[in-house]
């Protein structure tokens, strides 16, 4: 298979955009479920998909392995994900290199979190403190790459007010970004006044709606601890109270499949699916964009 291409031009005709995001497995179980996912969603045909960069590069050879398996077994334009934490200039430009070679052509362009245990950024002494400096750095050195960064419509946690975390991302975008991708949400009216105060503040590039559903009370209240996601109360009223896994798991892709049913009639230009490598809930939320 050839080069993917940027997939900026993605967004020139209208439609809604539709992308899913995969993370590198780390046993053979996980790499069965990844595949197994991928062959269900192929019909459905996402418009691109993505693929996760572990904390200092630590998934860094099975992005690119898998990011080259979802490409090559099921002809997916891939984007490889790429922070900055952990890397010198010299490895983040060699990661680079290597996604080329490997014909891939789109990069999600990221600060990275700290390690698990670890509060605070600590960039390489020879490295990028600012995810707008990678997005400026891969602009210069690849020019013809497709570039994500990532939004926040409740702002990142680390920001002192969501105004400063839309000036920040304006840099992002005016450092050459094509689009930018959500944390995750679960109340659609965070994302549509974060759109209109980027549009504000003179960002005009693609905002892509980041969905994930809740599959239990338990991972929406981590959702709500690790991202500072609001939870609308009635949703976790509901997964409360379901009577069984497989019910809490219903009411998850119910509340998700509502927020896309709002979000296409609104005509958002794309709508990002996080999916944590599962079929169920990734066939449901696909079907329900391309319906």
Not at 37 to 59: C, E, F, H, M, R
Not at 127 to 151: K, Q, T
Not at 241 to 263: F, R, T
Request: glycine share 8%; charged share 25%; net charge negative.
């Amino acid at each position: 298979m050839g080069n993917t291409r940027n997939i900026g031009y993605k967004f020139a005709g209208g439609s809604t955009v539709f992308s899913v995001e995969f993370f590198p497995p780390k046993t053979e179980d996980g790499a069965r479920q990844i595949l197994r996912t991928a062959n269900k969603l192929k019909d459905l045909a996402p418009d691109y998909v993505s693929i996760t960069y572990g904390a200092g590069g630590s998934t860094r050879e099975r992005t690119l392995e898998y990011g080259e398996l979802l490409r090559e077994i099921f002809k997916f334009e891939v984007m490889p994900h790429l922070v900055c934490l952990g890397h010198s200039k010299g490895e983040i430009m060699s990661v680079l290199k290597r996604y080329e070679s490997a014909g891939l052509r789109n990069v999600m362009a990221l600060r990275g979190d700290p390690p698990k245990g670890e509060s605070d950024f600590k960039p390489h002494p020879d490295g990028f403190r600012h995810a707008s400096e990678l997005v400026a750095f891969i602009r210069e050195n690849f020019p013809d790459f497709g570039i994500g960064c990532a939004g926040y419509p409740e702002k990142h946690p680390e920001a002192p007010s969501l105004e400063k975390d839309i000036d920040y991302l304006k840099l992002k975008v005016d450092a050459g970004a094509d689009f930018v991708v959500t944390q995750l949400f679960f109340d659609n009216s965070h994302y549509f006044s974060f759109v209109e105060k980027c549009l504000a503040a003179g960002i005009d590039k693609p905002i892509i709606a980041g969905i994930l559903p809740a599959l239990s009370f338990k991972q929406a209240m981590n959702f709500k601890n690790m991202c500072a996601a609001d939870i609308p109360l009635n949703l976790l009223e509901r997964l409360e109270s379901a009577a069984s896994d497989d019910d809490a798991v219903k009411v998850g892709i119910e509340w998700a499949e509502s927020q896309i049913e709002e979000l296409k009639q609104k005509r958002v230009p794309g709508i990002h699916l996080y999916i944590l490598n599962r079929a169920q809930s990734a066939l449901a939320l696909a079907s329900k964009i391309r319906a």
